[in-house]
């Protein structure tokens, strides 16, 4: 069994609204007890499930960053638990359980589990493997963009500038803001109302009138632009193109 109370500590802070949320899965109550309440006081938040079918129902109504996975429970057991998970979530799943045959850590590991620990275990070491798992499958920052480029033109995001072969073009304050969204997303098709002016209704032809108002500042054939195109019944895109 995890020796999770062998140190008392001070009762923490309640963890906050943006800390990984953890769902422990465990059929015997003192064990998810104890260790929910050591993961609670060191920041987690944490659901828990006492079975399979539990599981399956936080699941489908809670999004979570990690799942621990006891492998010895009644009926369906972590094995299969983390195979339903896997058929359409890449969420980490830590296998627990008091079985540490080589072949078991194999199964775990082959179904999709993302580290595997034998009871009786450390609290420690359980905190450390949590935090190295979701600092392994968290997100890499995206990076903000500066400056797209297409054809002569450079629009700089931040600036709001727009140069053509660093000579710079006078946009409106309408025009830079429409320019600005569509620079965030090049390539990617951005919805009429991502660029309707505050107090516009999205359907009204002031998006239209913007727009080729930009492009005859811009396009060589405004009639048929190569940068700024319609994407019919959807909204526009900015083609990033030489």
């Known amino acids: ?14 963890p906050a609204d943006d800390a990984p949320h953890l769902l ?14 050591f993961l609670s006081e060191n920041g987690y938040r944490v659901t828990t499930a006492e079975s399979a079918a539990d599981a399956r129902g936080r699941l489908a109504g809670l999004t979570f960053d990690l799942l621990i996975l006891d492998v010895m429970m009644p009926g369906e057991n972590g094995f299969e638990l983390a195979q339903f998970v896997r058929r359409d979530s890449h969420v980490p799943i830590l296998m627990l359980t008091a079985r540490a045959e080589t072949q078991d ?3 775990g590991l082959e179904i999709g589990a993302d580290d595997y620990l034998a009871k009786p275990f450390e609290p420690r070491e359980l905190l450390l493997r949590i935090g190295n798992i979701i600092k392994r499958s968290a997100a890499p920052p995206t990076q903000a ?38 620079s965030e997303r090049p390539g990617d098709t951005v919805p009429r109302q991502a660029l309707v002016a505050p107090g516009v209704a999205a359907g009204d032809r002031a998006v239209d009138v913007q727009v080729n108002r930009l492009r005859r500042k811009i396009e060589r054939d405004p009639a048929n632009p190569a940068y700024v195109q319609t994407v019919r019944g959807v909204g526009y895109r900015l083609v990033v193109a030489p």
């Open 145 to 182: 963009i500066e400056a797209v480029r297409f054809g002569p033109f450079v629009f700089h995001l931040e600036r709001g500038e727009l140069t053509r072969e660093d000579e710079p073009v006078r946009l409106t304050d309408r025009e830079r803001d429409m320019l600005r969204v569509l």
């Open 24 to 37: 422990i899965v465990d059929d015997d109550r003192r064990i998810r007890d104890l260790i929910s309440r």
């Open 105 to 107: 850590r194999i199964t």
């Open 1 to 14: 069994m995890p020796d999770v109370d062998a140190k008392p500590r001070p009762r923490a802070a309640t």
